[in-house]
């Protein structure tokens, strides 16, 4: 009798926890992206003072507003060494860096932000994109430099 109720109550307990998890897992990728402004994000970010780069190993992932400027131009060497330094930290494919070759200029909150743009984007935004026109950027911060955080731009809506 004991054994029976307690695989009721286990059989339950599983039944909860996968609803639980269908209702509350994320369907996609992009709704893990958590939605917040360019400067709050770069309010909390920890100091780069004493080094000349800072890596994240983390998952950093934000849906921003913010403005196309209408400029854009190669990466620095300093963001292209963070880029393959993230991506040697996490192990991941070592041909991402190759990708971002060049950042476009986004304002927010009355601040000019530089960010990497994949190659796969840089084309459709050029097309779609006008000076001033407002954009939604699915960003990841992946560290920074002593100039500037380095957030890589995968997905933008308008």
């Given at each position: 009798m004991i054994?029976?109720?307690?695989?009721l109550?286990?059989?339950?307990?599983?039944i909860?926890f996968?609803?639980?998890?269908l209702?509350?897992v994320?369907?996609?990728a992009?709704e893990?992206?958590?939605p917040e402004?360019?400067?709050k994000?770069?309010a909390g970010l920890?100091?780069t003072?004493?080094?000349?780069?800072?890596?994240t190993?983390g998952s950093f992932?934000?849906?921003?507003r913010?403005s196309?400027v209408g400029?854009?131009?190669?990466l620095s060497?300093?963001?292209?060494?963070?880029?393959?330094?993230?991506v040697?930290s996490?192990r991941?494919d070592?041909?991402?860096?190759?990708a971002?070759?060049?950042?476009?200029?986004f304002?927010?909150?009355?601040?000019t932000?530089?960010?990497?743009i994949?190659?796969p984007l840089?084309?459709?935004m050029?097309e779609d994109?006008?000076?001033?026109m407002?954009?939604d950027?699915?960003?990841q911060?992946?560290?920074?430099?002593?100039q500037?955080?380095v957030?890589?731009?995968?997905?933008?809506?308008?």
């Amino acid at each position: 009798m004991i054994a029976a109720n307690l695989r009721l109550d286990l059989s339950r307990a599983l039944i909860c926890f996968v609803a639980l998890l269908l209702f509350t897992v994320p369907t996609t990728a992009w709704e893990h992206y958590l939605p917040e402004t360019l400067d709050k994000i770069v309010a909390g970010l920890p100091s780069t003072e004493g080094s000349d780069y800072l890596v994240t190993a983390g998952s950093f992932s934000y849906r921003v507003r913010a403005s196309y400027v209408g400029q854009h131009r190669s990466l620095s060497k300093d963001t292209q060494t963070v880029i393959r330094g993230w991506v040697d930290s996490l192990r991941l494919d070592p041909e991402i860096p190759a990708a971002f070759v060049e950042e476009f200029a986004f304002e927010a909150e009355g601040k000019t932000y530089w960010l990497a743009i994949q190659k796969p984007l840089m084309q459709p935004m050029l097309e779609d994109l006008r000076p001033g026109m407002p954009v939604d950027l699915y960003v990841q911060w992946i560290g920074s430099t002593r100039q500037a955080p380095v957030f890589l731009v995968n997905r933008f809506d308008t």
